[in-house]
């Protein structure tokens, strides 16, 4: 029963997930680790980090962890646990392999109406807030402790953060370099 409801699951996160991987990230969360509670916050924010290193869309990357997860959770191993991975990821593709296909051919009809052009500019702050949750939905005390808790490891985790957000903003830092320099920062200052 856990594939109907992965597949159902990441069907609906495929179909309403405008923004792409990192816009889908809160959706994800919300259903894996709240609604359906297939996973832990921490078991989510692993998954979310092992997504941005590993080669692909953030999106796929996280249906296909949070489906193997979600299956080995519930007490299935090996093949079980790939096949609720293949489940999740053929199920968030799925819809836009559909609507990609109906889009294609009613865009290249109607692309000059206005409707259409005033449709995609009202598309754009939402796309920004779905960003903007995926960012404070990981702002957790998982990921940075609290003061009152670990002090050195919150204060360590902002300066990382704020690092990385002025490197990669302004100083125009490599995305990939700066990931592992924050890799590397957290391993030698915080263990």
């Given amino acids: 029963m856990i594939y ?4 159902i699951t990441f069907f609906e996160i495929g179909l ?6 990192y816009g889908m990230l809160s959706l994800i969360q919300t259903e894996v680790v709240v609604n359906h509670h297939w996973l832990t916050t921490a078991e989510f924010t692993n998954i979310v980090a092992i997504s941005q290193m590993t080669p692909g869309p ?4 996280s249906a296909t962890y949070c489906g193997y997860t979600a299956v080995s959770n519930a007490g299935f191993s090996g093949w079980m646990a790939v096949l609720g991975s293949v489940t999740a990821t053929f199920a968030l593709v799925l819809p836009s392999l ?3 296909i109906i889009i294609s051919k009613m865009f290249l009809k109607y692309m000059n109406h206005p409707v259409v052009e005033y449709a ?3 598309l754009r702050p939402a796309v920004v807030g779905l ?13 940075f402790s609290t003061p009152g808790y670990n002090p050195w490891q919150f204060y360590i985790s902002i300066a990382l953060f704020v690092a990385t957000f002025v490197g990669t903003k302004w ?4 995305p990939i370099l700066m990931i592992g320099l924050a890799a590397f920062a957290g391993l ?3 263990y």
Avoid at 16 to 21: A, D, I, K, L, V
Avoid at 171 to 174: A, R, S
């Fill in 4 to 7: 109907l409801y992965l597949f």
């Fill in 16 to 21: 309403f997930g405008f923004g792409g991987g």
């Fill in 58 to 61: 953030v999106g796929i990357n």
């Fill in 98 to 100: 559909i609507l990609m």
């Fill in 120 to 122: 995609f500019i009202g």
């Fill in 131 to 143: 960003l903007a949750a995926a960012t404070l939905l990981l702002m957790t005390p998982e990921n």
């Fill in 171 to 174: 100083v125009k830092v490599n």
């Fill in 188 to 190: 030698i200052v915080l």
